[in-house]
């Protein structure tokens, strides 16, 4: 449950000029996220505080353009001034993940540090002891935009450069406004975002119509040739190969709303995507439409979690075929018992 606006004010209020404060988003961050830790640094240093975004890894290609996104300090590529930076913080604000796995490798770094931490995430059941505070609000659509809740809250003035990387990290999380964006409340926030003067044009073509040539040659692969429709005719599966993506020449974030797309078939309620990272680890993500839980699916099958239509896991120690099988075997059964028993439940 969101924190009231004393308990948020007290953290920052402990917070001077000469304290370093470090902004940490989760590894494979996406819009949602680098979106939330730039609009934070841009805010934090207009207070005339000391901040750093360290990211666990390397960002896509189509977020590089946002405000603030040189001055990202990348674990992977810097990791003795990243741990330097940890070592010396006095304040940790962690972004749009609710568990110290989500950052990979830095876990070890921030469990060390001293410094104390906040947390705000829009994900459910976070763990505990993840942050001396923790800003959780799972009905709200992104961390940019509960972000964007708390900076209002506490008055703080947001500037252009900040409102363009907070309406960016919203357009990504829902999807141009396609899910998790039911509240009304969402669509005044964007109100006030472009009143920001932002330019919505520019942004929209960096994040979505930006695309590589071999980007887009990978999704057509994706879609021609690796498209499967299992049974029951309601979920779609998508399976990419380490070999596959080293062929379309594979960066960071190429793969970003592939899982979308199957959705857009008529009769389709839920798409998988399996993406082979290296020999023995798959990463998973999973979509759905209406009543199908694929957060709790992904949970027990893939260890993973996130919202009820919007959920990622990983399969490891095994190549991307056992991990396919296992989807095809569990998937179906699952999600529409589970769906048919919650709509008993509130008959």
Not at 225 to 253: C, H, M, W
């Amino acid at each position: 449950m969101m924190l009231d606006k004393q308990t948020i004010s007290s953290f920052f209020n402990q917070i001077s000029a000469l304290d370093n404060i470090v902004v940490i988003p989760h590894k494979d961050p996406d819009g949602d996220a680098i979106g939330s830790s730039l609009a934070w640094l841009q805010v934090l240093s207009d207070q005339g505080l000391r901040v750093t975004v360290v990211c666990p890894n390397e960002l896509s290609s189509n977020l590089k353009w946002m405000p603030g996104a040189n001055e990202i300090v990348v674990y992977k590529q810097q990791q003795k001034q990243a741990a330097d930076i940890l070592s010396n913080a006095n304040y940790i604000i962690l972004l749009d993940f609710n568990a110290l796995t989500r950052i990979g490798e830095m876990k070890s770094l921030v469990e060390k540090s001293s410094g104390k931490r906040i947390m705000f995430d829009h994900h459910p059941f976070p763990d505990a002891g993840v942050a001396d505070v923790m800003v959780s609000e799972p009905s709200v659509s992104s961390t940019c935009e509960l972000s964007f809740s708390v900076m209002e809250t506490l008055g703080w003035a947001v500037s252009r450069e900040a409102a363009t990387c907070l309406y960016s990290g919203i357009m990504t999380d829902t999807g141009l406004l396609n899910h998790n964006s039911s509240r009304p409340e969402i669509y005044h926030m964007v109100a006030r975002l472009v009143e920001k003067e932002i330019d919505k044009e520019f942004i929209h073509k960096k994040l979505f119509y930006s695309n590589s040539l071999n980007r887009t040659r990978l999704f057509g692969h994706a879609l021609c040739n690796k498209l499967e429709i299992l049974p029951s005719q309601r979920v779609a599966l998508i399976a990419l190969s380490r070999e596959e993506l080293d062929r379309f020449n594979y960066t960071i974030g190429d793969t970003e709303g592939l899982v979308n797309q199957p959705l857009s078939i008529e009769g389709i309620d839920v798409a998988a995507l399996f993406i082979e990272k290296e020999s023995g680890f798959v990463k998973v993500s999973f979509r759905s439409r209406g009543n199908l839980p694929v957060n709790s699916y992904s949970g027990k099958y893939f260890g993973g979690g996130g919202h009820k239509n919007a959920a990622g896991g990983e399969f490891n120690n095994a190549p991307l075929s056992e991990a396919v099988n296992l989807f095809k075997k569990t998937v179906e059964s699952f999600l529409f018992n589970t769906s048919k028993t919650n709509e008993e439940a509130s008959v």
